[in-house]
């Protein structure tokens, strides 16, 4: 086990790729993040552009092993499609559950978004406000 870092960690470069991807935060990230920093009273914590090992995450609650990735489009290049399929396998592995939204349901919904990202923080719908039920499957990823 030594030299291995803890999940949570990036290598030196992955750190200093984070921290420039945060000041790149498109429109639907930046209004998703309102709504994450919206839970931390909750006891909820979520790091953007999180370094996980070699990859960098949107958003990742650590504590609950969460990511929530927001992506413009569907990918046009099979070859960015196999890197998040690899980085999404890797995460599962690591005991990480992964949701994945797309701009446009941010854009449009975003109140939905976030009872999909309850649902899977809390999945059992005593923790969620009376009338909204959770999603069916957020807790599976």
Known sequence: MAGRRPVGWGDGVANQN???LRKQLTPQEVKLWVKLRELKP????FRRQAPIRNYIVDFASFRDRLVIEVDGGQHGM???????AR????LRGEAFRVLRFWNFEVDQ???????VVLSALHPHPTGLTAGHPPHASAGEG
């Open 87 to 90: 980085r999404d396998a890797f």
């Open 18 to 20: 984070a921290r420039a």
């Open 42 to 45: 909750l006891g909820y914590h």
């Open 78 to 84: 099979e070859d960015g499609a196999r890197r998040d």
């Open 109 to 115: 919904n975003l109140e939905g978004v976030m009872q």
